[in-house]
């Protein structure tokens, strides 16, 4: 199995609170004289109540167009996902030239050379390291991402990998942009990073962290169009469809159900459940369809009230928030779920 040796999340410079950046988005995506009853009303329901953003606020009205706003994502990308790397490794004390393979998704911005071969040099990583750039899985990608890392770390289990998740959703905000997508998604969104490392299962570990015993992918027929991008001249215009709760609460249990069912469990034997936040509606889909005890997702709750959501960066906090002040007791197991475009859902399987 694969250990998890540390988890690091970092945040974008700029904390603003909600209520500052809806009168941005106001600013910037509405008609002048336009009504914004709406707008207010979506960003209070979202639940989030600060969130950290790559820019100052004034100048994201100045980004002009996608290639203004890919290049700050390139720049502020390098230099967060550096830090949370270089944190991590510290945190697992190891060193950059202990790390054999590099990780990294996002889909917030393009870049190549990647960002993860643009910090392989950055971080004095080893010339042979092996790097897997990915891009699309949206949300679901730091729990894919967890998935892939294990599936490299079950056949190489002497090696070291660092998953590194970075996502600067800020930047992808639609300008003159009314839609009621592009408004929930400035409403919910914010910036940030994680790094994982883990270690194969002949590494020696002084860590105490989970192990991966197993991981599944779900990927729902019929469903492409109801979350992701559509890529224009002004950059990522988000799909976001009001029927996900309900493609959540048609599949999720059985697909749960069935995984925990592989290794001898049922929900009520999971003892922490590490949820992406995708917003309030989809917790209470998961919560709803899993048939959760009240208290189960409150590591997730407070995450999307503190920060919003971090897309595929956002379940690596919650796994660490978990970690770190609701760990559960040695030997119990835990499931880490998101979901993202596809529509697809990515489990793991933990043991504390």
């Known amino acids: 199995m694969t250990r998890i040796a540390a988890v690091h999340g970092a945040l974008a410079p700029h904390r603003r609170a909600q209520s500052e950046i809806t009168d ?27 969130r950290h953003m790559t820019l100052p606020l004034d100048q994201y009205g100045e980004l002009d167009g996608f290639g203004a706003a890919n290049d700050v994502f390139i720049a502020s990308a390098t230099d967060l996902g550096g830090r949370a790397v270089r944190d991590a490794l510290r945190m697992a004390g190891l060193s950059a030239g202990d790390v054999d393979l590099l990780i990294f998704t996002s889909v917030s911005g393009i870049s190549t050379p990647s960002i993860d071969a643009r910090l392989a040099v950055r971080l004095g990583l080893r010339r042979d390291v092996k790097r897997l750039p990915m891009f699309g899985l949206g949300c679901a990608g730091g729990a894919a991402g967890l998935a892939r890392m294990h599936d490299y770390l079950v056949g190489r289990p002497d090696h070291v990998a660092v998953l590194l998740s970075v996502e600067l959703c800020s930047l992808t905000f639609q300008r003159n942009d009314a839609t009621m997508a592009n408004l929930v998604a400035t409403g919910l969104f914010g910036d940030g990073a994680a790094a994982v490392v883990g270690f194969g299962a002949h590494r020696p570990a002084e860590t105490t962290g989970p192990t991966i015993v197993d991981t599944r992918s779900h990927l729902y027929p019929d469903t492409g169009r109801l979350l992701g991008w559509d890529v224009g001249d002004s950059g990522f215009r988000v799909v976001l469809d009001p029927r996900v709760p309900d493609v959540i609460r048609r599949h999720l249990a ?14 009520k034997d999971v003892a922490a459940w590490v949820c992406h936040p995708g917003g309030p509606k989809v917790l209470e889909a998961v919560a709803e369809a899993l048939d959760l005890p009240c208290d189960a997702l409150d590591v997730t709750w407070r995450h999307l009230a503190e920060v919003g959501n971090l897309s595929s960066s956002s379940v690596l906090h919650v796994l660490r928030d978990t970690l770190a002040d609701h760990r559960p007791p040695p030997g119990t197991p835990g499931v880490l779920l998101a979901m993202g475009p596809g529509f697809a859902c990515e489990l793991v399987l933990l043991r504390w």
């Open 254 to 267: 059985d697909d749960v159900e069935g995984f925990l069912a592989d290794h001898g469990l049922k929900t």
């Open 24 to 50: 941005m988005v106001a600013r910037t995506c509405l008609p002048e004289g336009t009504d914004r009853r709406v707008l207010d009303r979506l960003h209070r329901s979202a639940r989030v109540d600060s």
